[in-house]
């Protein structure tokens, strides 16, 4: 188990060693960055392309009682979530408290923003939706809606699964600060050039070695972050265990359209409304 934990962490280290290099230099410009007006303040449109996480959202669950008897229910669950996947999405608060995601590498004095780093073992499942005709891909006034399958335009692909995250929502207080690399955030919070909370959160996973498991972070630095790491490749590691209950969620989907946040609400919304369904898993 220890070594396991010790690779856990290694990995998420040596993923961010680069990075904490650069955060010396310049600031790397993305597209998001080419985006942003800093005599205003503030992030011009941009399309929000890329994975967009969720709270995560119920989803009905129906097993398959022909089944092997031996079989128990939570590996029936796991076995049909065949994808493992870690993934990094950061995302810029607005005024308003909207939250835009795009492709963020560092975040400058007086912004806000969320880091969140996400564990998913999860199934895929298309999302049909339809775009009206007098609307265009772009900007924040094109809404997406729900629709059948004959009918769809496209589809987005919705994640259901289980997991684990790590949310950090900080402000910058000085300067430039590397976002895509949690020990640097959690190195400018000791600098006192970012303040901020961070959130550890199990997504469909629950029982009594989980909950002892997770630490109550008290601030961000790098050894909450630190234990926040080791905690999640604890859980990770039980998922299997018999006092271990799995319970599927919408944990996220993959905006492969673009547009702003009036369509990515929509989305939630919809998921919200209409999640019998949407989504049918037969284990």
Do not use: W
């Amino acid at each position: 188990m220890r070594n396991f934990l010790n690779a856990f962490i290694l990995l998420i280290l040596c993923a961010g060693c680069k990075t904490m290099n650069e955060s010396i230099k310049s600031p790397p410009v993305t597209q998001q960055d080419q985006n942003y007006d800093h005599s205003s303040s503030r992030t011009q449109s941009s399309p929000n392309y890329g994975y967009q996480p969720l709270d995560p959202l119920s989803v009905d669950v129906t097993v398959d009682s022909s089944q092997e008897k031996n079989i128990s229910y939570n590996n029936r669950i796991l076995n049909s979530l065949p994808d493992e996947t870690m993934r990094l999405a950061i995302g810029q608060i607005d005024a308003s408290a909207n939250i835009s995601f795009g492709p963020v590498k560092g975040g400058y004095k007086g912004q806000s923003y969320i880091v969140i780093l996400d564990y998913i073992k999860s199934q895929t499942y298309p999302f049909p939706i339809r775009v009206p005709k007098d609307q265009q891909i772009q900007g924040d006034s094109t809404v997406f809606f729900a629709s059948s399958n004959d009918s769809a335009d496209t589809y987005i692909p919705v994640y259901v699964g289980v997991g684990l995250r790590l949310t950090a929502s900080v402000t910058i207080d000085s300067g430039y600060v590397e976002l895509s690399n949690l020990f640097s955030i959690g190195a400018a919070a000791e600098a006192k050039r970012l303040n901020g909370t961070m959130v550890i959160q199990t997504l469909g996973v629950s029982g009594e070695g989980v909950s002892s498991a997770l630490p109550i972070p008290t601030q961000i630095n790098t050894t909450t972050i630190q234990n926040a790491l080791v905690a999640i490749g604890a859980i990770r590691s039980k998922l299997y265990q018999s006092n271990t209950r799995v319970t599927p969620r919408i944990v996220g989907f993959y905006n492969n359209v673009g547009n702003g946040k009036n369509s990515m609400n929509y989305f939630i919304s919809t998921f919200l409304n209409h999640k019998a369904n949407l989504i049918h898993m037969v284990k």
